[in-house]
Antibody, heavy 121, light 111 residues
Framework: QMQLVESGGGVVQPGGSLRLSCAAS????????MHWVRQAPGKGLEWVAF????????YYADSVKGRFIISRDNFKNVVYLQMNSLRPEDTAVFYC??????????????WGQGILVTVSS | QSVLTQPPSVSGAPGQRVTISCTGT?????????VHWYQQLPGTAPKLLIY???NRPSGVPDRFSGSKSDTSASLAITGLQAEDEADYYC???????????FGGGTKLTVL
């Protein structure tokens, strides 16, 4: 069955860095685009970043552009989110999610369980 | 301020019908991009509920339906049940932002 398992979360000081990983299994990973979506405590969903199936194209929300980098390894079936210059407002549960298609225009048809990132001194 | 606008809350009694609206603009829903809906039960990850405006994934009851018109979309839930109490989010693609956008979410309370 399909699985997306996030890891790498934790507590980091403002200005620090963290790298999230999302290990995928149970589907043809290299055929699908992948997203990161976050949810601040008590708030709604915010789309963060998308990477195309082959890694060639990447897109970011304005709130993280220039600070976050999405990447993927199609041999290891893993998608990453490198988060730099972290701010307290980046505190959230981060979800990785599979796109139904390859290029980011479709629905997010499967989600991981989420991982908490806390930015605090 | 979310790109897609949803009512913060709706409520209904068991067995009743409720609708949740999702209003966008000419660069997302109005540009012809599909609308998708997600259900988030308390303490869990979001789950796809409706895709491409009006399609249900396998396992989603036919009490849930979606529609889209011009710059808006709606989620309808008939025969409300206690287990439907959750947060519901709409999502689409926005060409001016070159990425996905979500609504602010709607909390459904079953009275």
């Amino acid at each position: 069955q399909m699985q997306l398992v996030e890891s790498g979360g934790g507590v980091v000081q403002p200005g620090g860095s963290l790298r999230l990983s999302c290990a995928a299994s149970g589907f043809s990973f290299r055929s699908h685009g992948m997203h990161w979506v976050r949810q601040a405590p008590g708030k709604g969903l915010e789309w963060v970043a998308f990477i195309q199936y082959d890694g060639d194209n990447k897109y970011y929300a304005d709130s993280v552009k220039g600070r976050f980098i999405i990447s993927r390894d199609n041999f290891k079936n893993v998608v990453y989110l490198q988060m730099n210059s972290l701010r307290p407002e980046d505190t959230a549960v981060f979800y990785c999610a599979k796109d139904r298609g390859s290029s980011g225009y479709y629905d997010l048809d499967f989600w991981g369980q989420g991982i908490l990132v806390t930015v605090s001194s | 301020q979310s790109v897609l606008t949803q009512p913060p809350s709706v409520s209904g009694a068991p067995g009743q019908r409720v609708t949740i609206s999702c209003t966008g603009t000419g660069s997302n829903i109005g540009a012809g991009y599909d609308v998708h809906w997600y259900q988030q039960l308390p303490g869990t990850a979001p789950k796809l509920l409706i895709y491409r405006n009006n399609n249900r994934p396998s396992g989603v009851p036919d009490r849930f339906s979606g529609s889209k018109s011009d710059t808006s979309a709606s989620l309808a839930i008939t025969g409300l049940q206690a287990e439907d109490e959750a947060d519901y989010y709409c999502q689409s693609y926005d060409s001016s932002l070159s990425g996905s956008v979500f609504g602010g979410g709607t909390k459904l309370t079953v009275l």
